[in-house]
């Protein structure tokens, strides 16, 4: 392949076409160079690069600078005369390129033998620039045939060289991820947990307490063959290698018979305000087969289900009720639902804060009081999401009041009914 061929497509990518990934590598040789070229680690600084150019032009280094206003790339092929694209190989590139990078070369001399697109990848490659293709791109469009997700799961156990000479000589050297078990140390790997933003079609029947901020660690046991996945002390999966069809209740189970450490079991997921004030991570697990790369399952990230909004009413009683409010536009407000608030302690918080604000008394049970258009005071629930139906929170829960906020804090009723529906 001629380096012209590469740089024709490159340049087309750059401004948008898909020309570099559709580009044919049939021998691994070319793809190497390609890739090297590319992605190379070997690079020099935009100073350095720049410096040279301005010793041979024979003017102040900041004159260059004041001569840069896009991509350092473009600036240097600015200098290529040439009107003809080059007739070297990509390798015979790639060897000039690695003499650039050892300083044995000359600006000037280098940028007669290039066409200006030519110049414009190679200077691109020099100093480093981000290209228009992802490595991981690159690769997988090496070999159409092959699984996009054998090639990113391989590149945790492989290098991008060596998955370039499996793919034109031994795709066995690959990994499928669906075959985890045939290579197991090849699943050391923390499997991605999705934050659980609303209410999904999937398994959220149990769910696990994971302690240690949830933060896991994952290691094989060669000698009983068990992938073991654990947060501090407390086993959180496991699968074996052997048995890969395995649900989460039964490998938990297999791994209990044999050992005594503390598992973190799947439990019914228990009612919305409970599970918002567990201390530990909580987490909506697959509960099927094991899978290293497929994601976990979901994380229950509080915080992003707790919203400001306004006390608009209250009804005191052995239960305390509260209306909330999200605004809409400047200063207007929208009915979102109601809470209930069940703890002594929690409602003791709530009627003293409007005693104070209000003056008013809170102990007269079972009658709404209205607080005034003028008065914000900010309450902080946590709802799993907004019914689109009704424009109502799902399962509010009470999480406190807010002294240090007012108006400009409460949640957008727009923004409010978008959160959990993305």
């Given at each position: 392949?001629?380096?012209?061929?590469?740089?024709?497509?490159w340049?087309?990518?750059?401004?948008?076409?898909?020309?570099?990934?559709?580009l044919?590598?049939?021998?691994?040789?070319?793809?190497?160079?390609?890739?090297?070229?590319l992605f190379?680690n070997?690079?020099?600084?935009?100073?350095?690069?720049?410096s040279?150019?301005?010793?041979?032009?024979?003017v102040p280094?900041?004159?260059?600078?004041?001569?840069l206003?896009?991509?350092?790339?473009?600036l240097l092929?600015s200098?290529?005369?040439?009107?003809?694209?080059?007739?070297w190989?990509?390798e015979d590139?790639?060897?000039?390129?690695?003499?650039v990078?050892?300083?044995?070369?000359s600006f000037?001399?280098?940028s007669k033998?290039?066409?200006?697109?030519?110049?414009r990848?190679?200077?691109?490659?020099?100093?480093g620039?981000q290209?228009?293709i992802?490595?991981?791109?690159?690769?997988r469009r090496?070999?159409?045939?092959i699984?996009?997700?054998?090639i990113?799961?391989?590149?945790?156990?492989?290098?991008d060289?060596?998955?370039i000479?499996a793919v034109?000589n031994?795709?066995?050297?690959?990994?499928?991820?669906?075959?985890?078990?045939?290579?197991?140390t090849?699943a050391?790997r923390?499997?991605?947990?999705?934050?659980?933003s609303k209410y999904?079609s999937?398994?959220i029947?149990?769910?696990?307490?994971?302690p240690n901020?949830?933060?896991?660690?994952?290691?094989?046991?060669?000698?009983?063959?068990?992938?073991i996945?654990?947060a501090?002390?407390?086993?959180?999966?496991?699968a074996y290698?052997?048995?890969?069809?395995?649900?989460?209740?039964e490998r938990l189970?297999?791994?209990s018979?044999?050992?005594?450490?503390e598992i973190?079991w799947p439990?019914?997921?228990?009612?919305?305000?409970?599970?918002?004030k567990?201390e530990?991570?909580?987490r909506?697990p697959?509960t099927?087969?094991?899978?290293?790369?497929?994601?976990?399952?979901y994380?229950?990230?509080?915080?992003?289900?707790?919203?400001?909004?306004?006390l608009?009413?209250?009804?005191?009683?052995?239960?305390?009720?509260?209306k909330?409010?999200?605004?809409d536009?400047?200063?207007?407000?929208l009915?979102?639902?109601?809470?209930?608030?069940?703890?002594?302690?929690?409602?003791?918080?709530?009627?003293?804060?409007?005693e104070?604000?209000?003056?008013?008394?809170?102990?007269e049970?079972?009658?709404?009081?209205v607080i005034?258009?003028?008065?914000?005071?900010?309450?902080r629930?946590?709802?799993?999401?907004?019914d689109r139906?009704?424009g109502a929170l799902?399962?509010?829960?009470?999480?406190?009041?807010?002294?240090?906020m007012?108006?400009?804090d409460?949640?957008?009723y727009?923004?409010?009914v978008?959160?959990?529906n993305?």
């Amino acid at each position: 392949m001629l380096f012209t061929d590469l740089a024709n497509a490159w340049e087309r990518s750059r401004l948008g076409d898909r020309s570099l990934s559709s580009l044919d590598f049939n021998e691994e040789s070319t793809a190497l160079y390609a890739y090297e070229i590319l992605f190379s680690n070997e690079t020099l600084t935009e100073r350095k690069v720049l410096s040279k150019v301005a010793n041979e032009l024979e003017v102040p280094y900041e004159i260059v600078l004041e001569l840069l206003d896009k991509r350092v790339s473009t600036l240097l092929a600015s200098e290529s005369s040439a009107s003809n694209p080059c007739d070297w190989g990509i390798e015979d590139m790639l060897k000039i390129r690695n003499a650039v990078i050892e300083g044995e070369y000359s600006f000037l001399e280098l940028s007669k033998q290039m066409n200006e697109i030519d110049a414009r990848l190679f200077w691109s490659s020099v100093i480093g620039e981000q290209q228009p293709i992802s490595a991981l791109r690159f690769l997988r469009r090496l070999n159409t045939s092959i699984s996009p997700d054998i090639i990113s799961s391989s590149r945790g156990f492989l290098t991008d060289k060596e998955i370039i000479h499996a793919v034109y000589n031994d795709v066995n050297l690959l990994y499928d991820p669906k075959l985890w078990y045939q290579k197991p140390t090849a699943a050391l790997r923390k499997r991605r947990w999705i934050p659980w933003s609303k209410y999904k079609s999937v398994d959220i029947e149990v769910y696990q307490s994971i302690p240690n901020n949830g933060i896991v660690s994952v290691e094989y046991n060669e000698g009983e063959d068990v992938i073991i996945e654990k947060a501090g002390d407390v086993i959180t999966d496991v699968a074996y290698p052997k048995h890969p069809k395995l649900s989460l209740k039964e490998r938990l189970l297999k791994y209990s018979e044999s050992h005594d450490e503390e598992i973190a079991w799947p439990l019914p997921t228990p009612s919305w305000d409970s599970i918002i004030k567990h201390e530990n991570t909580v987490r909506f697990p697959n509960t099927g087969g094991f899978s290293p790369t497929e994601y976990g399952g979901y994380v229950l990230v509080k915080q992003s289900h707790i919203h400001n909004l306004r006390l608009a009413a209250y009804k005191h009683g052995d239960v305390m009720e509260i209306k909330l409010q999200a605004i809409d536009g400047i200063d207007e407000f929208l009915d979102v639902g109601f809470c209930g608030v069940y703890i002594e302690s929690e409602k003791s918080s709530i009627a003293f804060d409007i005693e104070r604000i209000l003056g008013a008394n809170t102990e007269e049970v079972n009658r709404w009081k209205v607080i005034p258009d003028d008065v914000c005071i900010v309450i902080r629930v946590s709802s799993p999401f907004v019914d689109r139906r009704s424009g109502a929170l799902s399962k509010p829960s009470f999480v406190e009041i807010d002294n240090e906020m007012g108006i400009s804090d409460v949640a957008q009723y727009v923004d409010l009914v978008g959160v959990g529906n993305e």
